[in-house]
């Protein structure tokens, strides 16, 4: 079974600031590693994913998340905040064997002020 | 090429009433996952289906939930009696055949209130 932690409930950051949204994982076999995206009333956006290569992922809307196996981390980074970014964020895993469900981290939600 | 598409968005019941929330799935899509989400909470898996078949039916609860995927239409997850505990929102993702399989599209979902 997989489990997925992101230590920090909340997230209020400057416009403009660099931002670190954590995720770390646990695992008995190799997964996968994803980020969504979740903005009011409204369904799940990807922001990047983790399958395999580069373990420096760049996605949309200038985030990028540095895979770390030996740390089981997968965390999101962007250098520079804006009031859009506003949102709840979520981490989540899926093992690479087929037909497996995704499990999904509690989120963060990321505030960003003026 | 449409997202995934769920309707409806909102949908109040009263307790008892059955609830059918409906997911039509990407173009070329045939993978489909119900997940539920109460509030201040993650998602949580619920079911996992090919067209006519449950994949994996791990997290329904046993009771009052069905979900089906027949060969011509959406995927419907059906709740039969529902109660104040149901109240959450439900999201429905897609995802393709093959390596693409790895990633799932998430519809906006229905969020359910149970009167």
New interface residues.
């Given amino acids: 079974a997989q489990s997925v932690t992101q230590l920090d409930s909340q997230v209020p950051v400057f416009e403009e600031a660099p931002v670190e949204l954590r995720c770390n994982y646990s695992s008995s076999v190799s997964v996968y590693l994803f980020w969504y995206v979740q903005y009011p009333n409204q369904g799940l956006q990807l922001l990047l994913k983790y399958l395999s290569g580069s373990t420096l992922v760049k996605g949309i809307n200038g985030f990028e998340a540095e895979f770390n196996k030996s740390q089981t981390s997968f965390h999101l980074r962007k250098p520079s905040v804006h009031i859009s970014d506003t949102a709840e964020y979520f981490c989540a895993v899926t093992p690479h064997n087929y037909g497996q469900n995704f499990v999904f981290g509690p989120g963060t939600r990321l505030s960003v002020l003026p | 090429n449409a997202g995934?598409m769920?309707n409806p968005r909102h949908l109040v019941r009263r307790r008892g009433q059955e609830a059918r929330l409906r997911c039509s799935p990407m173009k070329g899509h045939s993978h489909v996952?119900w997940?539920r989400q109460l509030p201040e909470?993650?998602?949580?898996?619920m079911v996992?289906l090919q067209k006519e078949n449950i994949?994996?039916e791990s997290?329904m609860p046993k009771e009052r939930f069905s979900a089906e995927f027949p060969k011509e239409g959406p995927s419907i997850l059906r709740i039969q009696q529902v109660v104040r505990g149901d109240s959450a929102a439900y999201?429905c993702?897609s995802s393709p055949e093959g390596q693409s399989?790895?990633?799932?599209?998430?519809?906006?979902?229905t969020?359910l209130l149970v009167l």
């Fill in positions: 995934v769920q996952y997940y909470e993650g998602l949580k898996f996992y994949i994996d997290g999201f993702a399989r790895r990633t799932q599209y998430f519809g906006p979902g969020r």
